[in-house]
């Protein structure tokens, strides 16, 4: 520890990226303060308890609680280095809501002290740091990049794999000056394996719109083309596949949306003040945003009408094997559904609960029973291998619409099933 410049740093937010990062640094052997505005949150983590779900992060909180090297507060306190990781959302005009950055920036404003360096990691649009962090900063009469560092550097990991990729992945630091950029790495160099790159601030934050604004544009492309497959009449999974063997093509796999806090809102936030130069952008986010009407219109299409059926649905989050349900695109299929008169109900074993309480099933045969047809909407590994025989036996009609390619079609049809497949290019299968 010696040769550390910092010993003492204080995150606030303790969500998806914040908590992850405290633990980790906790781990390093660093004293570091988790701070927290929501009551819950912090009587959960100081239970030894979680408010997230994030495969192995219990383990590391709790270790990181136990030696001491973490502690939990609703309050910063003095520090060597503050980190910014609070939610940025959408508002109703498409564009950030910037209010908890701006809180949490007010609130390190008499704690903050000569030499010590503040990160903004919240997803932000570009000018943030400069514009909106660094003059809340200044009102503690001390100036940025003299008395004290300012640097934007954004998380890039995977939910559901962040603790690996919080080492693994390579790291973009923009400072609101060299010195900024290079007291920002030399603290996350401590733990991050992958390269890090240095820049300025505006840029850094500009880097990490353009990464999942470009996931959410080969998203829409993959969408759009399930859309005319279907009129082609071309399986486009098996296109899309064949495509990618191309050593230049790369394109991802059409489903029943885009969801999530990130790829889904991000976009947004690269068009919000010049919306007159956005073109593609926003067509994308219009595209991925419509893909939960062409699955209701798929669906109601093989049942001949939706009014009076009974849909069985798999899977409520916005993506496999996590507990988020933010943006989830498989919530707006079943409100769609219901909207044109069917009953739904539903089965996610990492849901939570409360969400959609009133479809709730706590079985997949539940879920099944006396059913007109059986909707997959997302791909968790625990629906992966399926038992047609034994979902068959429970359904009223049985039929199959799949939007993530994750069954194996021959073996529902040789248990009696109509099988359809979101972009297979094929009226129901029999
Ligand atoms: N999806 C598809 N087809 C695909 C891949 C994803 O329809 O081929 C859908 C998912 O089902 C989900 C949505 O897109 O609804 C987003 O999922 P994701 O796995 O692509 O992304 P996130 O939101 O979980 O994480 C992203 C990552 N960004 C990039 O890969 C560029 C992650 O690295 C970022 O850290 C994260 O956003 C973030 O916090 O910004």
Redesign the pocket.
């Known amino acids: 520890m010696t040769s550390r410049p910092y010993r003492k740093v204080c995150v606030l937010g303790l969500g998806y990226?914040g908590l992850p990062t405290a633990a980790t640094l906790a781990t390093q052997g660093f004293d570091v303060i988790g701070v927290d505005t929501n009551p819950r949150v912090i009587n959960t983590l100081r239970n030894g308890d979680l408010h997230i779900h994030e495969p192995g992060l219990r383990a590391v909180v709790r270790s990181a609680l136990q030696s001491g090297h973490l502690r939990i507060e609703n309050a910063p306190e003095p520090s060597d280095v503050f980190i910014i990781a609070v939610p940025t959302p959408l508002t109703n005009e498409n564009s950030a809501d910037l209010s908890y950055v701006r809180a949490a920036s007010e609130s390190l404003v008499s704690h903050l002290r000569k030499g010590n360096l503040v990160i903004l990691e919240s997803?932000s649009p570009p000018g943030t740091t400069q514009g909106l962090v660094l003059p809340i900063l200044e009102q503690s009469a001390l100036r940025a990049g003299e008395d004290f560092l300012l640097a934007y550097s954004p998380?890039?990991?995977?939910?559901?794999q962040i603790l690996e990729?919080l080492i693994a992945n390579e790291r973009v630091i923009g400072g609101i000056d060299r010195g900024s950029a290079e007291a920002a790495r030399s603290l996350y160099a401590s733990f991050v394996e992958g390269e890090i790159h240095l820049t300025d601030a505006k840029t850094a934050e500009m880097v990490?719109l353009i990464?999942?604004t470009?996931?959410d544009i080969n998203?829409a492309l993959?969408?759009e083309l399930s859309r005319l497959a279907e009129a082609i009449g071309v399986d486009v999974w098996q296109a899309i596949s064949l495509a990618n063997r191309h050593p230049r093509v790369q394109i991802?796999?059409?489903?029943p949306?885009?969801?999530?806090?990130?790829?889904?809102i991000?976009p947004w936030f690269l068009v919000q003040d010049d919306c007159d130069q956005a073109q593609i952008i926003p067509l994308a986010r219009k595209i991925n945003d419509d893909q939960p009407k062409f699955v209701v219109s798929m669906t109601s299409n093989i049942l001949g009408r939706l009014n009076g059926m009974t849909l069985a649905v798999l899977g409520l989050t916005?993506?496999?094997n996590?507990d988020d349900v933010r943006e989830?695109?498989a919530i707006s299929v079943i409100e769609l559904l219901q909207q044109e008169g069917a009953s739904v109900k539903a089965y996610d074993p990492f849901a939570p609960k409360n969400i959609l309480a009133d479809c709730r099933c706590e079985s997949i045969d539940k879920t099944c029973e006396n059913a007109d047809c059986l909707l997959i909407l997302v791909a968790h590994d625990t629906f992966q291998n399926l038992n047609p025989k034994r979902i068959g036996k429970q359904m009223k009609r049985r039929r199959v619409m799949d939007c993530q390619n994750i069954i194996q079609g021959t073996l529902w049809l040789d248990e009696g099933f109509q099988v359809k497949r979101l972009g297979d290019g094929k009226p129901l299968e029999t």
């Open positions: 990226i997803t998380e890039r990991v995977l939910p559901g990729e990490k990464e999942n470009y996931r998203i993959a969408n991802l796999k059409p489903g949306g885009v969801g999530g806090h990130c790829i889904s991000d916005y993506k496999p996590v989830s695109p």
